[in-house]
């Protein structure tokens, strides 16, 4: 038990400690930061991100995500720079190189060509008194007072700051742009994510299931109408109007109250205020009102017109829900 503490307490220290040493991060923003923004806006180019050792893996991800919010980007680990992925770099590209020290040898060797080039230069680090430092246009402050590795050795803490440094230049980016959801979507078109942005209720409904009934006709009549189509629910209609909906809960409520249904027509179980759903409505728009609701299934409409039924196991197979 007291190692199971001994554990728990260690995982604590570690929040604690990272996200004390984020929220210092606050304090070491100059203008360079604004300016580093501004520059990247404003650029003809990619940005280029490059480190070495955890550093670079950070830089990866940093890319991933200015990608994936409006800003070209592409990682050049320092390493490979120098030995012929330098070509990578054009005239209009900025740099951001991140290095906790901002002296390792691969980044030292990895500077003057770059201000050889003429390409602006942004550094993430630690250290600003370092060679990174000294030699870049923009200086973004990354320090940490120590790693929260218990031998001050294991890149923690420094990463982490590196990481959300990136994340800011990101965010502040993506405002700036006015990046919508629509702009999202089209940069994330597969998997859930791109699911929850793009797919439409009339993506997903089936207008050859029309489940309906009268709203003159037995419930017998109903229910053999919801089980016949699998969805829970039948709409009720007047004539030409809907008039209500019968689901598989109204058929228990009333079973509850009695099992003489001989008299019982549709109008006496129906419910009289459905929800319904326009079928260019989003698909995880219709997610909400059933959430909101408490139902699981919806009627939908085009221009007032019955073409469909979605129900939640739609929106589950599709990964929305």
């Not at 330098?86 to 390792?104: A, E, F, P, R």
């Not at 502040?172 to 597969?190: I, T, V, Y």
């Not at 089980?227 to 228990?252: H, M, P, Y």
């Not at 059933?290 to 990964?319: A, P, R, W």
């Amino acid at each position: 038990m007291n190692k199971n503490n001994t554990i728990l307490e260690t995982a604590k220290n570690t929040f604690k400690e990272q996200g004390n040493a984020i929220a210092n991060l606050a304090s070491f923003l100059t203008e360079d930061f604004e300016k580093s923004v501004r520059l990247i806006l404003n650029s003809k180019g990619r940005v280029i991100v490059t480190g070495i050792g955890k550093s670079a893996n950070i830089a990866t991800k940093i890319v991933a995500t200015l990608n994936s919010t409006g800003t070209p980007a592409i990682f050049m680990h320092a390493a490979d720079a120098i030995h012929g992925d330098l070509g990578n770099v054009q005239n209009n590209d900025v740099v951001i190189c991140l290095s906790k020290s901002g002296n390792t040898p691969e980044v030292k060797a990895l500077i003057p060509f770059l201000k050889k080039y003429g390409n602006t230069l942004i550094a993430i680090t630690g250290n600003t008194d370092s060679f990174l430092a000294k030699n870049a246009d923009f200086i973004l402050n990354s320090y940490v007072t120590k790693e929260v590795c218990p031998n001050n050795l294991a890149p923690t803490t420094s990463t982490t700051a590196q990481l959300v440094m990136g994340d800011a230049l990101s965010v502040c980016l993506l405002n700036e742009r006015k990046f919508s959801n629509n702009d999202f979507a089209k940069f994330h078109p597969g998997g859930t994510l791109g699911k929850k942005l793009t797919l439409k209720v009339t993506d997903i409904i089936d207008e050859d299931l029309l489940p309906k009934v009268l709203d003159s006709e037995t419930v017998a009549n109903a229910i053999i109408e919801i089980s016949k189509n699998r969805l829970g629910i039948t709409a009720v209609f007047k004539k030409d109007t809907i008039v209500g909906v019968i689901t598989d809960g109204d058929i228990r409520r009333m079973l509850e109250k009695t099992t003489d249904i001989k008299g019982l027509r549709a109008k006496d179980i129906m419910n009289t205020s459905p929800k319904t759903i326009d079928k260019n409505t989003m698909a995880i728009e219709a997610l909400e009102v059933m959430e909101n609701n408490n139902i699981t299934q919806i009627i939908v409409l085009e221009n007032s017109s019955y073409v469909g039924v979605i129900h939640l196991h739609d929106l589950i197979k599709e990964g929305i829900y």
